[in-house]
């Protein structure tokens, strides 16, 4: 069974629309993180939560809103989408803050 | 300027043989680097990770070896099976900082 649910797996989206990712993990984890993996570029740190507070945010654009309803949730809200959006996002949880991490298998999402 | 690099981008090796990814990294406050693994369609996953009061992991067959003062450190993948075939990120973060990732080595391991 898959220890972090991130979906959908996949996602088209027209230039400026609104979407959620979801993902929510049931590892019993503190922490939890987004990242992006977009062509020819290194994972990037977007944002990191720990007991439902935001630690850190890398992230320049308020486009990109973190929300966490529940201890093992933290959604990702895009709006206004840009076509260079487009890549693959991926939630991960920790025990606690940054120590070994776990990835969910990631949202691929395409703006067109 | 990329904090965290690899090389070589791809790598080929043999059932049997040893493939050796190497990192480096700017921040020489950087204190945690793991390495994570990662198969087409999937997330990273751990495989080993260092501290930087380390120089040296081992978990099986993978070893990192470390070197603080030329700020390098590098994967050695022992016994090379087909199932490492894989793309494999090196990282490293400062404290309770986020990961930030090399841009992978593409490896594959041939009968």
């Known amino acids: 069974d898959p220890k972090i649910i991130q979906k959908p797996k996949y996602l088209v989206a027209v230039t400026g629309s609104e979407k959620i990712l979801i993902c929510e993990q049931y590892?019993?984890?503190?922490?939890m993180y987004w990242y992006r993996q977009s062509a020819k570029k290194p994972l990037e740190f977007m944002f990191s939560y720990s007991y439902q507070k935001l630690m850190d945010n890398q992230t320049a654009s308020s486009r990109f809103q973190p929300q966490s309803s529940k201890k093992n949730h933290l959604d990702l809200q895009i709006t206004a989408l840009k076509p260079d959006d487009s890549a693959t996002y991926f939630c991960?949880?920790?025990?606690?803050?940054?120590?070994?991490?776990?990835f969910g298998s990631g949202t691929r999402l395409l703006v067109i | 300027q990329q904090q965290v690099r690899q090389s070589p981008q791809s790598l080929t090796v043999w059932e049997g043989e040893t493939a050796i990814l190497n990192c480096s990294y700017e921040?020489?406050?950087?204190?945690?680097f793991p390495w994570y693994q990662q198969f087409p369609g999937e997330g990273p996953a751990l495989l080993i990770s260092?501290?930087?009061?380390?120089d040296k992991k081992e978990d099986g067959r993978f070893t990192i070896f470390f070197n603080k003062r030329e700020k390098k450190l590098s994967l050695h993948i022992a016994d090379s099976q087909p199932g490492d075939s894989a793309t494999y990120f090196c990282?490293?973060?400062?404290?309770?900082?986020?990961?930030?990732f090399g841009l992978g080595t593409r490896v594959s391991v041939f009968p």
């Open positions: 921040n020489s406050a950087f204190d945690y």
């Open positions: 260092i501290l930087s009061v380390s």
């Open positions: 990282a490293a973060s400062l404290g309770a900082q986020g990961l930030t």
């Open positions: 590892l019993g984890h503190n922490a």
């Open positions: 991960a949880s920790s025990q606690v803050r940054d120590s070994d991490y776990t």
